[in-house]
């Protein structure tokens, strides 16, 4: 079992940036491929940037956005530069195994743990 916290979110100007973290409770973080999403109303859920030994980006995020983990924390950030009105959603942390991450890591149905969420306004 895994309880992920996200923290982080806020309003920002656009061209701004923000740094989220994602807090993980529970036993062997590092065995878990770590993931954020982010949700507008209205839409689905899609996939932003996941981590395991590899680090994976959306083409949307790609060169903006970096994620890290620090095993010894139990923490994954996500560190998003010049952000754009059309970031603004809740974004999510999920965790999984490392199994077949490299194929499925966009499928939100692959995830096993979820955080509440955290908000993130961009604006003009």
């Known amino acids: 079992q895994v309880h992920l916290v996200e923290s982080g979110g806020g309003l920002v100007q656009a061209g701004g940036s923000l740094r989220l973290s994602c807090s993980a409770s529970g036993r062997a973080f590092n065995a878990y491929a770590l993931s954020w999403f982010r949700q507008v109303p209205g839409k689905e859920r899609e996939f932003v940037s996941g981590i395991t030994s590899d680090k994976y980006y959306a083409n949307s995020v790609q060169g903006r956005f970096t994620i890290s983990r620090d095993n010894a924390k139990n923490t994954v950030y996500l560190q998003m530069n010049n952000l754009k009105l059309e970031d603004t959603a809740v974004y999510y942390c999920?965790?999984?195994?490392?199994?077949?991450?490299?194929?499925?890591?966009?499928?939100?149905?692959?995830?096993?743990?979820w955080g509440q969420g955290t908000q993130v306004t961009v604006s003009s």
């Open positions: 999920a965790a999984r195994s490392w199994a077949y991450y490299s194929n499925t890591y966009s499928r939100e149905s692959s995830y096993d743990y």
